[in-house]
């Protein structure tokens, strides 16, 4: 049976865009970028939660500016971005919001996000969010690997090329990352295979 959740993607990015409808076909390819930094948050020597910062192209951007900046000011208020979490993030809770995190065999289902912020710079939109691990994770147990990614491609993430990766909670050089792809995380009929960030720490 096909999977359902190109369609779904199609239905998160219209509720996102409000204006944007692009059929899908057997050429598609993404039609929103996301550059995104990630921060592991540590809390006695635990990995916590993960915190993003996203960075959208600038006709996505553009769009999200049309339908929410109300009183176009150049910045989304109190209230502006109250409507943005409400009709274009929290939507994303469906897809995990585009994170998996897994050690060894084990994914931890992403429940919900916090601390959601939108801002503008310079004519881009820009989003903020943390998301707690539903347990915290050991890294003393083994590695832990974080993708981020649209398993239906529609929405293109990718890591940002100068800093990528930041930790947060834990002694400077406590931890270590690297930016790898997995064929087995190939998604889009197992064309594109997307990168993860594999962490490990060392006692301290």
């Known amino acids: ?13 219209l509720a996102l865009l409000g204006v944007l409808l692009m059929p899908r076909t057997g050429g598609a390819h993404p039609h929103v970028w996301v550059t995104t930094m990630v921060s592991f948050v540590f ?13 959208f192209d600038d ?27 409400a009709k274009a993030f929290a939507s994303l809770r469906e897809f995990d919001y585009f994170t998996r995190v897994r050690q060894g065999f084990e994914t931890l ?6 601390n959601f912020s939108a801002t503008l710079n310079k004519g881009l939109v820009f989003y903020g969010f943390t998301l707690p691990l539903g347990a915290p994770l050991d890294p003393g ?18 890591l940002d090329q100068t800093d990528p990766v930041k930790f947060d909670g834990i002694p400077s ?15 889009y009929g197992g ?4 990168p993860s960030v594999t962490i490990e720490c ?3």
């Open 1 to 13: 049976m096909p999977s359902t959740r190109p369609l779904k993607s199609i239905v998160f990015a």
């Open 43 to 55: 809390q006695d020597g635990k990995l916590v939660a993960l915190r993003q910062a996203w960075a």
């Open 59 to 85: 006709f996505f951007s553009a769009s999200l500016i049309a339908d929410f900046d109300k009183n176009k000011d150049g910045a989304f208020d109190a209230a502006e971005q109250a409507e943005i979490a």
């Open 109 to 114: 289902p992403i429940k919900n996000a916090e």
């Open 141 to 158: 147990q083994g590695p832990i690997t974080a993708g981020i990614y649209d398993e239906s491609f529609f929405v293109d993430v990718e």
């Open 173 to 187: 050089g406590a931890c270590k990352y690297a930016v790898r792809e997995d064929p087995a995380d190939a998604i």
């Open 191 to 194: 064309l594109v295979i997307p």
């Open 202 to 204: 060392i006692n301290s």
